[in-house]
């Protein structure tokens, strides 16, 4: 499974921005997709994640702010992004598992993209 993230950029605090990841395998193909992010020097933060049941999960630190979403027919992932904080700067990155997986646990992950940049100022 290929994952390429776009829509990163730069926005203002009290802004919006919506992110996608397209999957090169088809939706059945894996169990849950998610949304990390990585501040400069810290870690994978597990923020949203969806399942095949379109069960969706949230970190406490964006829940109310951010929802994730797929579009299964164009295998793409969402993560719209509202009431941006500068805290919210990080390298967003998509990811997917063909078994079980948590926001809690990086290592539960099996595929990565390369990430898009988001920076709030």
């Known amino acids: 499974v290929q994952l390429v993230e776009s829509g990163g950029g730069s926005v203002q605090a009290g802004g919006s921005l919506t992110l996608s990841c397209a999957a090169s395998?088809?939706?059945?193909?894996?169990?849950?997709m998610g949304w990390f992010r990585q501040r400069p020097g810290g870690i994978h933060e597990g923020i949203a994640a969806?399942?095949?049941?379109?069960?969706?999960y949230y970190a406490d630190s964006v829940k109310g702010r951010f929802t994730i979403s797929k579009d299964y027919a164009k295998r793409t992932l969402f993560l719209h992004m509202s009431n941006l904080k500068p805290d919210d700067t990080a390298m967003y990155y998509c990811a997917a598992a063909t078994r079980a997986a948590s926001i809690a646990s990086a290592l539960s992950w099996e595929y990565w993209g390369q990430g898009t940049q988001v920076t709030v100022s």
């Open positions: 969806i399942d095949s049941r379109e069960n969706s």
């Open positions: 395998s088809p939706s059945y193909s894996t169990n849950c």
